[in-house]
């Protein structure tokens, strides 16, 4: 069982993506900001996280990966952006910042689900 922070403004986004990977037995968590999100992601150490790129407030999805691919303690974490930007500008300055994928709003679930075991397996292999 993986642990899986979701990092989402929209509350209905967020119920969305829990109920994509609800199924595969993750325990999941949830943050309305990026700073929520940066202080959760210290305290519970997730996995992966599922970051939207545009959020309101002083940091958004790519600050909050930068922020998280410079911490020794979690710069190993998997992380996914979800945006609505879907320029290839948008995708490059989410992969420069340090994603390991990047999936455009309105998303699959069942593509979702799967990105995010591709990243889990990625990570672990990693790891090893």
């Known amino acids: 069982m993986s642990t899986i922070l979701i990092v989402e403004d929209h509350s209905d986004i967020r119920r969305l993506i829990r109920w994509a990977l609800d199924f595969d037995g993750h325990q999941i968590h949830e943050a309305a900001n990026g700073a929520q999100g940066l202080l959760s992601a210290g305290v519970i150490r997730p996995d992966l996280m599922i970051v939207d790129m545009m959020m309101p407030g002083d940091m958004n999805g790519l600050e909050l990966t930068k922020q998280l691919r410079a911490d020794p303690q979690l710069s190993q974490t ?47 292999a990693q790891q090893t």
Request: charged share 30%; no cysteine.
């Open 78 to 124: 998997g992380i996914i952006m979800l945006t609505a930007r879907a320029q290839s500008a948008d995708r490059e300055a989410a992969l420069t910042a340090g994603v390991d994928a990047f999936l455009v709003k309105p998303f699959s679930p069942m593509g979702l689900a799967a990105e995010v075991d591709r990243v889990l397996k990625d990570r672990r």
